[in-house]
């Protein structure tokens, strides 16, 4: 009633802690009230969201109860319709509502849910297991609240700007970025953990080519994979781009106040930097993980040039040929002396052929990376002084290699390289297989994803165009000498390109 809403609004306003405990605690267990209390509870808390006095109140009620209420969400308590979540629409939209809960911890708190959520759709908790499509926080896209509310917060002001310095120990303004946001900095960069999350969703919902008989049953598990990889990489365009824009925009004076704390003299150059170590060095750390395993290994010299393929060919055919083993680790650009001969120059790559193994199109973390790409390749284009694209290489590698010399040279320069160059490739390759009809007998579900992957917008925009930007980006480090061979192998072309064509092709030369 009215007379009940005013009294409730004049307690929750107070401040007492009983009162705010009581409300927290109604709105943590919504999902599991009675239908009637549950509405009432509904009522009121529209009643408070539209008074100025009870606002903030209510939002720090609400901010504390959230991780119960996203969790038992997730996990499938309550519906879209009466999830006590949608509130969150007329709080996490209005600046002074999320100025004022910045310190306290909203934004680490909202990471921390999504991390629930993952472990949830994982079927275990980290580290580094992928999701698994079939489950239900999937299927019925469980997580996409607690995504929308991080896109949310971010929007707002300049945190998404304070999120990329928070924890990054080298840039200057780290510790306050930090206590603006309430993010203890011994945990690391706050984005980080963003990009970790990422991390999961790299290899989502696997394929492998069938050969033999067409497949029975075809799950619908692609086109959860699908709404998890369009709703993170909206995030992820939402973080990069304003925390750039208000990098860009702030000028001299700094990005103002954030959470009660003023971050002056801060510069787009620096966040760029920021949000280059926390994504491209978490995909340093994915690449050297166990994470990559089910999609490949970078681990082996593959054939690099269309001479190794023909010495590879004459072996078949009774010659010399190259006898080396393929699983030795050589420069990329050193030939071996073997046996007072000089062995072609080998490939670094992924040891793994697309029409022979499972491969995923969902890559997350390199999708972030590529969104970096552009967001700094359109800041430079509008006649940014600071030249933000070509410092993210650097920036991204560990202080000791980015201070001994050029980042295209430098080992984990080169490993990076490769990396984004490798996994960009596989996506591209399968969907290229799948649309000239070579994977009919999986079905439709493997056409449908080829066919929004790279024909169908927005999606295409998001996935195909961003692995495409990728290997452009590789490309202009390392050169098209060095990224063709990558291009060539993978896609399976060397028996076509190959010295020798009437030779049959040996195993692996054509990866796909």
């Known amino acids: 009633t009215p007379r009940a809403g005013g009294a409730a609004a004049a307690l929750v306003a107070g401040g007492g802690p009983a009162p705010q405990s009581l409300l927290e605690a109604l709105l943590a267990h919504d999902a599991l009230l009675p239908r009637p209390l549950q509405r009432a509870l509904h009522r009121l808390s529209l009643r408070l969201i539209g008074q100025p006095e009870a606002r903030l109140p209510f939002a720090r009620a609400f901010h504390a109860a959230y991780p119960r209420l996203a969790s038992r969400y997730v996990r499938g308590a309550g519906t879209a319709e009466d999830t006590a979540l949608s509130f969150s ?15 306290d911890g909203l934004l680490p708190m909202l990471l921390a849910a999504l991390r629930d959520a993952l472990d949830a759709a994982a079927g275990g908790p980290w580290p580094r297991r992928v999701v698994e499509c079939v489950r239900a926080p999937l299927r019925h896209n469980r997580y996409s609240p607690i995504l929308r509310d991080i896109e949310y917060v971010l929007a707002i002001g300049n945190v998404a700007a304070a999120a ?27 984005i980080r953990q963003f990009s970790r999350e990422l991390g999961r969703t790299q290899g989502a919902d696997p394929h492998a080519r069938r050969t033999a008989e067409h497949v029975v049953f075809e799950s619908r598990a692609w086109i959860s994979a699908f709404h998890l990889s369009m709703a993170t990489g909206s995030t992820s365009s939402a973080l990069v781009a304003h925390a750039l824009g208000a990098a860009a925009g702030s000028g001299a004076g700094g990005l103002g106040d954030v959470g009660g704390v003023v971050l002056t003299g801060v510069r787009a150059s620096e966040v760029a930097c920021a949000l280059s170590r926390a ?3 978490e995909v340093l750390e994915w690449l050297a ?24 060919a004459g072996t078949l055919n009774g010659g010399a040929g190259d006898s080396s083993s393929s699983s030795e680790l050589t420069d990329e650009d050193t030939p071996v002396s073997e046996g007072g001969g000089v062995r072609p120059r080998r490939l670094r790559g992924l040891d793994m052929t697309v029409w022979q193994e499972p491969v995923s199109i969902h890559l997350g973390l390199h999708r972030l990376c ?35 010399g050029p980042a295209v040279q430098s080992v984990a320069g080169r490993m990076l390289l490769a990396g984004l160059a490798e996994y960009a490739l596989l996506p591209l390759a399968l969907c290229a297989q799948v649309l000239v009809g070579m994977w009919r007998r999986n079905g439709n579900a493997v056409l449908s994803q080829a066919t929004n992957y790279a024909k169908v917008m927005p999606w295409s925009m998001r996935l195909r165009d961003r692995d495409a930007l990728l290997l452009q980006y590789v490309g202009a480090h390392v050169g098209a000498s060095a990224l063709l061979p990558r291009i060539v192998h993978r896609f399976g072309l060397y028996p076509w390109l190959s010295v020798a064509p009437s030779a049959s092709p040996p195993s692996g030369a054509g990866s796909g």
């Not at 007329?90 to 310190?103: C, E, G, I, W």
């Not at 990329?164 to 690391?188: F, M, N, V």
């Not at 790409?373 to 980015?402: H, K």
Request: net charge negative; aromatic share 0%; proline share 6%.
């Open 164 to 190: 990329a310095l928070a924890g990054d120990i080298r840039s200057d303004r780290h510790l306050a970025a930090a206590e603006a946001l309430a993010h203890d900095p011994r945990a690391g960069q706050l």
């Open 89 to 103: 629409v007329q709080l996490f939209t209005a600046p002074s509502v999320v100025v004022a809960l910045a310190t």
């Open 370 to 404: 590529a969104t970096l790409v552009l967001e700094c390749a359109r800041a430079d284009g509008r006649g940014g002084p600071e030249g933000l694209l070509g410092s993210l290489l650097a920036a991204a590698l560990p202080a000791v290699e980015a201070e001994a």
């Open 289 to 312: 993980s166990e994470g990559a395993t089910p999609m490949g290994r970078v681990v082996r010299a593959l054939p690099g040039t269309a001479a190794a393929v023909a010495a590879a």
């Open 279 to 281: 994504t491209l060095g």
